[in-house]
């Protein structure tokens, strides 16, 4: 639907009165009818942002809308702010958001879709001066066909990533630029802060069916996995978590409450800065993980995990060396490390096929 800037609804004329006055434009309370009394439309977004109107200020706060319905696509794609500064900060939580949110290669302050119900987000590319939250997001759509991905393959995050308690779903049908099967990718992404895919709550966990992906992103602070992950029945590739070449600064953590049902981990080159945590986590996917060439700096903690592979889950990662004794593939003492103090793998259970005899006899 085409906006009309002298036709504002009195629920943008609402967003524009709390914006200027640097609150929150707060339609949660607002409940009952067909629902247009809380509607905003994506194409006055898209003005008040980029600041068309004077008589439309916004301030350091920002966008701040709760629990509105946006109408339309947002398209704030390669938009940025005077002098390529970067458009305000834009809070869109507890929202319901049916099309797409594209934001490639754009540029914000500050970014936050928490606990928004929405379908698509493009954010491939995009700059975020601040940290960046999709804590609490699930799918517009109900139903078992409903979807909700989103991409920030190349983003640049000054600040943490937070997805606590997020429900991600994507099947085979994707966008030109993005990758079916991955409802979150976070490919070659470059997070300052932490990034939390872990619990949102009481009882709700970080959820994804289909590939989240990690591969050559760097995280400055520590990574925290905790939910249940699985790759998508059609996906042939069978990766629920890609995370080749990743760099993190601090932990790798899917300990304790990490499930991975379905589908292979790939941690192939990965250099981690201090601890790889698998404490208690239940890795059942079939295909187990493949930590070939990874560099752990700190400890490899393994108490409590079950890990089972069809193939050879760890391989040989640099500064550790792996074996095969009765089908279990187990850490051995880390080189560097002659009291063993940095493996810990008490009441582990690794499972894995029986790697073929010229290759066993190598081994020995």
Known sequence: MAFDANDLRDSEHFVIQRTREGAVADFSTLTGGDGSQRTVRAGFLRMLLMGVNEGWPVQL?????????????????????????????????GCEIESLIHIA???????????????????????????????GVKPFAEGDAA???????????????????????????????????????????????????????????????????????????????????GA???????????????????????RASFKLREGRVNLRGAQIGKNLNLLEAEIAGGDGIDAGNARIRGSLL?????????????GRARGWRCGLWRRALYPSRPMGDPRGQAAHRRGCELQARRPHPARAQNRD
Request: one cysteine or more; hydrophobic letters at 40%; proline letters at 3%.
């Open 61 to 93: 706060t920002g966008v701040r809308i709760k629990g509105a319905r946006i109408e339309g696509q947002l398209d704030l794609s390669d938009c940025a702010g005077a002098g390529g500064a970067g458009l305000p900060a834009l809070a869109l939580e």
């Open 105 to 135: 290669n754009a540029r914000f302050a500050r970014l936050s879709l928490s606990h928004s119900r929405l379908a698509q987000v493009n954010g491939r590319g995009v700059v975020i001066d601040g940290p960046l939250s999709f804590a």
């Open 147 to 229: 979807e909700a991905w989103l991409c920030f393959r190349n983003a640049a995050i000054a600040g943490d990533c937070s997805g606590r308690g997020a429900r991600l779903v994507m099947g085979a049908s994707a966008p030109e630029g993005v990758r079916a099967f991955t409802p979150l990718d976070l490919e070659g992404a470059r997070i300052s802060g932490n990034l939390y895919l872990d619990k949102g709550g009481k009882d709700v966990q970080f959820y994804a069916r289909g590939s989240v992906r990690l591969s050559q992103s760097r995280i400055g602070g520590s990574v925290y996995l905790m939910g249940e992950l």
């Open 232 to 254: 998508h029945n059609g996906d042939k590739r069978r990766h629920a978590l890609s995370a080749q070449k990743i760099e993190v600064g601090g932990d790798f953590s899917a």
């Open 302 to 314: 393994l108490q409590g995990a079950i890990v089972k592979g069809a193939g050879e889950p760890y």
